[in-house]
């Protein structure tokens, strides 16, 4: 009799364990299938965004485009502008804690990370911009910097592949 209180008591504590075990698992396993969902953004255009219906205002988004010539309004951190892709145009109300990027301008490529509202603005979280002229490819043919591009400039010194370099004596 005492025998089996004692196995009773044992199996109960390793049950407890045995749940305790499996409630924090499944807890570890929650947190990170929501931090998975949460940090999970659609790249969409802004073609795709209209199309999307009522799908659009439930996920997170990011879209890119040029932004449109005067259509920026800065108030500290808070920008507002305009988004064009081809012949499409979407309203960008950036609210991030970071100032906007040093490169976003009239023109540049800007790449908004957010969600699109029921009032059919994008409301952007955090904002990423390059200048389009800056990166641009260059066109052949066209001069780089001013210079000529068949020649380089006088403090460049030419070598032949298999060649060793001259060495310039001033």
Do not use: W
Request: with cysteine; proline share 6%; net charge positive.
């Amino acid at each position: 009799m005492k025998g089996n209180r004692l196995m009773s008591s044992q199996g109960k504590t390793y049950l407890k364990f045995g749940a305790a075990t499996l409630l924090i698992l499944f807890l570890l396993g929650y947190l990170a299938y929501t931090g998975v969902q949460d940090s999970k953004s659609y790249y969409v255009t802004i073609s795709e965004l209209h199309k999307m219906g009522n799908g659009a205002y439930s996920k997170r988004l990011r879209v890119a485009g040029n932004v449109q010539p005067g259509s920026i309004k800065r108030t500290g951190t808070h920008v507002q502008f305009v988004l064009m892709e081809q012949d499409q145009l979407l309203s960008v109300d950036y609210t991030g804690t970071e100032a906007p990027p040093d490169t976003f301008k009239d023109d540049s490529q800007a790449l908004a990370d957010g969600s699109f509202g029921h009032d059919g603005v994008f409301h952007a979280k955090a904002l990423q911009a390059k200048c389009a002229s800056k990166y641009a490819p260059q066109q052949p043919g066209a001069p780089a910097n001013g210079t000529p591009s068949s020649q380089p400039p006088k403090s460049m010194t030419q070598v032949q592949p298999g060649s060793q370099p001259a060495v310039a004596s001033n």
